[in-house]
């Protein structure tokens, strides 16, 4: 683990409120919960399934599989009622209003991840421990947020190690288990292509040997692999993970992303455009970083001299959170 070899301040100073966003955001979600609820298939498990509520599962499966955030936002709120002691379901909240902007959501339901989490803790001490380490990183992803680096540093720093700690209680449970594996793999790996002098090979080995669902621990390899610039092997396991959820417009950006990166815009452009199919169902801030890249890619294609900052700031000045039904021309 990088942590055995640098010290905490310097894993700090060099997460970012956007880079520790992007570990959060990455793998705050990829939870499920034993709990006294209705049976619903386990996301991260094919065989030893748990349970956990049926209206959380279907929103994890609208975001995760269909990148349709609309949708599980929805499902979300019907669950707060039905479901309301499952810990994935208010990470998930809190992921959705981090996207939406809202600081004050974030805190608040990363907070309540962590104090369900720890009622469950007793029944469940696998479950709980994940569910109190993600409670931790919500709450530092907040903190980043609200203060600052420099400022929210301490505060957040005390976060990390809290989180470490439940992780690693978590995986001494079941250190093969798909959803804690899933969960280390995405943060091992993010902060080894954050800090200098780390290895991500032992995180790529984690999310490939060990890791489920699937589709989400290539993605995550995916990402790490592009971030390394190991485009081609990045590309491999895109082209798994969108085969898996073809109708994913994250997964499609993501293969855009690399085959741009691997000078081919031509197909790159096909992903992009299905990656804007539907921008309604996406949260409008995504959705202006997908427009304007396609747009850069569009120009070096046409050779235009498109004003790609204008075309995507009509989008960031449409009212509402979602992205708009109708995108602006390129022109």
């Known amino acids: 683990m990088i942590r055995q070899f640098l010290p905490p301040v310097r894993i700090m100073n060099a997460l970012t409120a956007q880079s520790f966003w992007k570990i959060a955001g990455s793998t705050a979600l990829a939870f499920s919960l034993c709990a006294n609820a209705l049976l619903a298939q386990d996301p991260f498990r094919t065989t030893n399934s748990q349970a956990i509520g049926e209206k959380t599962e279907a929103a994890f499966k609208s975001l995760f599989e269909e ?76 903190i980043l947020s609200k203060e600052g680096t420099v400022k929210g540093s301490p505060q957040a720093l005390a976060k990390l190690r809290q989180v470490f700690q439940h992780l690693d209680a978590a995986e001494k449970i079941a250190p093969q288990d798909p959803e804690v594996n899933l969960l280390k793999g995405y943060m091992d790996l993010m902060l080894a292509t954050t800090l200098p002098f780390s290895n991500p090979d032992d995180a790529i080995s984690r999310l490939e040997n060990y890791a489920g669902p699937r589709y989400l621990a290539d993605r995550g390899i995916a990402v790490g692999r592009r971030n390394m610039k190991q485009y081609d092997k990045a590309l491999e396991s895109v082209n798994r993970s969108v085969a898996e959820t073809p109708n994913n417009p994250e997964a499609h950006y993501l293969k855009a992303q690399i085959l741009v990166n691997l000078k081919n815009n031509k197909e790159a452009k096909q992903h992009f455009q299905t990656a804007l199919a539907k921008p309604e169902q996406l949260p409008k801030s995504l959705v202006q970083q997908i427009f304007y890249e396609h747009c850069k890619n569009e120009k070096r294609l046409e050779n235009k001299t498109w004003n790609c900052d204008a075309v995507r700031d009509k989008i960031r000045e449409a009212k509402g959170n979602w992205g708009p039904s109708e995108l602006p021309r390129l022109e």
């Open 67 to 142: 990148g349709n955030y609309k949708t599980a936002s929805s499902q979300l709120e019907q669950a707060l009622s039905s479901e309301p002691n499952e810990p994935l379901l208010y990470a998930m909240k809190a992921s959705l209003a981090y996207t939406e902007g809202d600081l004050n959501g974030l805190n608040s339901y990363g907070s309540k991840t962590r104090e369900v989490a720890e009622s469950l803790k007793v029944s469940n001490p696998l479950r709980g421990n994940l569910y109190i380490a993600v409670g931790h990183f919500l709450e530092g992803a907040y």
